[in-house]
């Protein structure tokens, strides 16, 4: 059973918004620092929003700074990415990660991460 199933990719325009959920079974997202990742075709993956376990600390890259926003719901064991004013720039596949972290940190290092979905497709047309 894959832990985390990620959702709400899909077909947008440029400047253009989606919503993307990390759903959990099996593991508490709200017991895990958690990161959204994104991979395009011939380039690594590169983390794009990150949030801790508690206390709501969360680090966003330049490329995305002011446009995403990552955030929990724990009551449905679940993490949101909203993406505003998309970019074709951010075409991808987008994966969720999650990582048991007593030391409530940001986490950017995919290494570091222990669980992962199987990612959803953004493409964002010009």
């Known amino acids: 059973q894959v832990p985390l199933v990620e959702s709400g990719g899909g077909l947008v325009q440029a400047g253009g918004s989606l919503r993307l959920s990390c759903a959990a079974s099996?593991?508490?997202?709200?017991?895990?620092?958690v990161g959204w990742f994104r991979q395009a075709p011939g380039k690594e993956r590169e983390g794009v929003s990150f949030i801790s376990v508690s206390d709501g600390k969360t680090y966003y890259p330049d490329s995305v700074k002011g446009r995403f926003t990552i955030s929990r719901d724990n009551a449905n064991n679940t993490v949101y990415l909203q993406m505003n004013d998309l970019k074709p720039e951010d075409t991808a596949l987008y994966y969720c990660?999650?990582?048991?972290?007593?030391?409530?940190?940001?986490?950017?290092?995919?290494?570091?991460?222990?669980?992962w979905g199987q990612g959803t497709q953004v493409t964002v047309s010009a």
């Open positions: 099996g593991l508490m997202l709200a017991d895990h620092a």
């Open positions: 990660a999650a990582k048991d972290d007593p030391f409530n940190t940001i986490v950017v290092i995919p290494r570091s991460y222990d669980y």
